[in-house]
């Protein structure tokens, strides 16, 4: 199993640009999410799903959009890039809540430098 | 508001000395809480969750609600403990909150 995938690893956008970070998992986990780190102040949740067809918003939303049309997908979409949206992003997963409260799957992140 | 308390953010010790990471939260319910660790160039992965109340690699963490307090200790640190601590708990229907860590240097 390759766990959880995100793509790209790295990418440069210049402000304003739009992107999508990709999210993939295959251990048939129901929920998936999405942090952001910034040095110094830990991880922030931007958007969260408890299952296809259901989003709901995090800490830190503005600037991002998301979308769950299947389980194991969870793209993270960046309308206008703004500088304050450089950051290491990471995709997470987890089988229930419920079930494994707390035990996250992580990716290996996207580095995003806005310029 | 849940919060989560790191105090902090860098912690020095030498190879073979005892290690406390702190955390103090703030959480509506009675929440689970967890330590999970990211060493250099690897993936956030769970330590331990208290429920379990088990060891791994050497770190224990015990749960005081009177303090709402779930400190991470391990009695002698090792160069490969070096890495990035968060501590979050975990209750009710929302998701996890992360501190905002401690970076563990152990000085050989």
């Known amino acids: 199993n390759a766990g959880v995938t995100q793509t790209p690893k790295f990418r440069i956008l210049k402000i304003g640009q739009s992107m999508t970070l990709q999210c993939a998992q295959d251990m048939n986990h129901n929920y998936m999410y999405w942090y952001r780190q910034d040095p110094g102040m830990g991880l922030k949740l931007i958007y969260y799903?408890?299952?296809?067809?259901?989003?709901d918003k995090g800490e830190v939303p503005n600037g991002y959009n998301v979308s769950r049309s299947t389980t194991e997908d969870f793209p993270l979409r960046l309308e206008l890039a703004a500088p304050s949206q450089t950051s290491v992003y990471f995709c997470?997963?987890?089988?229930?809540?419920?079930?494994?409260?707390?035990?996250?799957?992580f990716g290996s992140g996207t580095q995003l430098s806005v310029l | 508001a849940q919060r989560v308390t790191q105090p902090e953010k860098l912690l020095s010790v030498f190879k073979g000395a005892p290690v406390e990471l702190k955390c103090n939260y703030s959480?509506?319910?009675?929440?689970?809480l967890f330590w999970y660790v990211q060493y250099s160039r690897q993936r956030l992965q769970l330590l331990l969750r208290h429920i379990s109340r088990e060891s791994i690699k050497g770190f224990t963490a015990d749960l005081n609600k009177g303090e709402t307090s779930f400190h991470l200790k391990k009695p002698f640190a090792q160069e490969e403990d070096s890495a990035m601590y968060y501590c979050a708990p975990a209750g009710g229907n929302t998701p996890l909150v992360f501190g905002k860590g401690t970076r563990l240097s152990v000085i050989a």
């Open positions: 959480y509506s319910g009675s929440p689970e």
């Open positions: 997470a997963s987890s089988y229930t809540r419920e079930a494994g409260v707390g035990k996250l799957f």
């Open positions: 799903s408890v299952g296809a067809g259901i989003t």
